[in-house]
């Protein structure tokens, strides 16, 4: 019997903008019912690939296979089983956040989640403020609810609590573990430590178009804790540049 | 909602109720235009030509909308979507890249034929008499039109900055209203001016729909293949061009 598939597997991925080196044979996966963080500096790749898997950007050499389909140019059936929350919002900004989410949930034939979604996120009591005039952790919250609303099997989310306030960022989080608790890969960029170490079932350290390391957040931790572990792993791709 | 044509007329319905709530987009699709109307209607300057003033004021002020709608309106919408990472978004839900140009299409078809119904009310106010035959080779021609300008807005909107859509559209929306052959006909202006202003998809717009809506089906000829080359050259370079984010 063969080994079932991961829902998220990036094999060898290179990548250029112009000259400079965004990608260098990046490979990892991320499983099922599991929250995969990928941590890394500014620059070191993470939005390029995540980008990738969510079928925006299609890479120069190696694969990215999510649900075992190349999202590049993959059929509505398949971008139905994934959830994107992208690291700039996509919400427009005339809109407001109920309209927007109830248009969204049409689109994913899914509107029985946009409730409880809409509670559980305290999005009610600004949806009907235009996304324009929300704060940036009001977006964050939308963004959110827009990348869960489909029920995904995968869910991409982008720095998904950036911006939040603690209280917010802890309801987030309970959201994101429940989703995983579903049986849903859930795959999460970061910068804050704190985030990866309190969510991440698996880290990725990602630096310099490339993995540095990657396990659970023990394993990644090492005997100095995940904080210096990141730094010593990202300074020493950093001084191994030159990236062409 | 499990088809595609479904997908993208609920994209179609969001795209038109976030116009239509927009004051700035009714001010320009709407309002400009029905005034254009009016003080064209009821001044005696600037001279339109032979035949019913009002006959000429109405399709003039119908091809001043199209562009309003499906290139300056068009235009600063998707260069704000693709700023805000909106594009990006929706193209990766079950709506895909195809299902959101299909319904930003449908919504612009509808937004023009809701302008066209009330600036015809208007203009019948006023008293205007179209050609019957006309009226039906007219809209075909805000068909086509639509079409061109679209491609246009969307030309201008897939490689520029918002910022630089924003100023660029609602320029150009000055110009070819006041000098572009859209609200005065292209034989009013000077002879070498009037010949170019017949090549471009203003004078194209304006003089072709002049001219069906008043009958004179016999010029119509260039005008349909100067909006066709235009909108078909546009649709190319778009194709070719297009950046669906801005970064």
Not at chain 2, 20 to 43: F, T, Y
Not at chain 2, 44 to 63: Q, Y
Not at chain 2, 71 to 98: C, E, H, K, N, W
Not at chain 2, 163 to 189: H, Q, R
Request: glycine share 10%; with cysteine; proline share 5%.
């Amino acid at each position: 019997m063969s080994a079932p598939v991961l829902p998220v597997v990036v094999d060898g991925v290179t990548h250029h903008y112009g000259s400079k080196l965004a990608l260098d044979k990046m490979s990892w996966s991320a499983p099922e019912g599991a929250i995969t963080c990928v941590l890394g500096p500014n620059g070191a790749g993470k939005t390029t690939i995540m980008e990738m898997a969510e079928g925006l950007r299609r890479p120069e050499s190696g694969a990215v296979r999510v649900l075992d389909t190349d999202p590049w140019g993959a059929n509505a059936a398949h971008r139905r089983r994934v959830g994107v929350m992208l690291q700039d919002g996509g919400l427009p900004g005339s809109v407001k956040p109920l309209r927007l989410l109830q248009h969204i949930a049409r689109l994913y034939d899914a509107t029985d989640q946009f409730p409880a979604l809409v509670e559980e996120l305290g999005i009610e009591e600004f949806g009907h403020t235009a996304v324009r005039r929300l704060s940036g952790g009001q977006r964050q919250r939308v963004a959110l609810a827009a990348a869960l609303i489909g029920r995904p099997e995968v869910v991409f989310l982008d720095e998904p609590s950036a911006g939040l306030d603690p209280h917010a960022r802890l309801d987030v989080w309970d959201l994101v573990r429940r989703t995983r608790d579903r049986g849903c890969c859930v795959v999460v960029t970061t910068h804050s430590f704190d985030e990866a170490d309190r969510l991440a079932d698996r880290v990725i350290i990602v630096a310099a178009g490339s993995v540095a390391a990657e396990g659970s957040v023990a394993e990644v931790s090492g005997a100095d804790g995940l904080e210096d572990s990141y730094f010593s792993l990202t300074r020493a791709a950093k001084k191994s540049e030159p990236r062409k | 909602m499990s088809t595609p044509a479904l997908r993208a007329r609920s994209q179609a319905g969001f795209e038109i109720r976030t116009l239509l709530s927009n004051g700035e987009q009714l001010l320009v699709s709407l309002l400009l235009p029905a005034l254009a109307l009016v003080g064209l209607a009821v001044g005696n300057t600037p001279d339109l030509g032979a035949g019913r003033r009002i006959d000429i004021v109405v399709p003039s002020v119908l091809a001043l909308a199209v562009v309003s709608t499906a290139f300056t309106g068009q235009a600063i919408s998707t260069g704000f979507d693709r700023r805000y990472g909106v594009l990006r978004l929706l193209g990766v839900t079950p709506l895909g890249r195809s299902g959101l140009l299909a319904g930003k299409a449908l919504a612009v078809v509808v937004i023009v034929a809701l302008q066209t119904v009330v600036l015809g009310i208007l203009g019948a106010c006023f008293g205007w008499h179209p050609d019957p035959l006309g009226v039906v080779v007219g809209l075909l021609l805000m068909l086509l039109g639509t079409w061109t300008w679209v491609a246009l807005a969307l030309l201008i909107s897939g490689v520029l900055r918002a910022e630089a859509v924003l100023a660029v559209a609602n320029l150009l929306w000055v110009l070819f209203a006041g000098v572009g052959g859209l609200l005065l006909p292209t034989d009013k202006f000077p002879g070498a001016a009037g010949a170019i202003l017949r090549l471009l998809p203003s004078g194209s717009l304006g003089d072709g729909l002049r001219d069906a809506m008043t009958g004179h089906f016999s010029s119509l000829a260039e005008p349909v293949v100067v909006l066709f080359v235009w909108g078909a050259a546009a649709t190319a370079l778009t194709a070719a061009t297009f950046r669906w984010d801005d970064r």
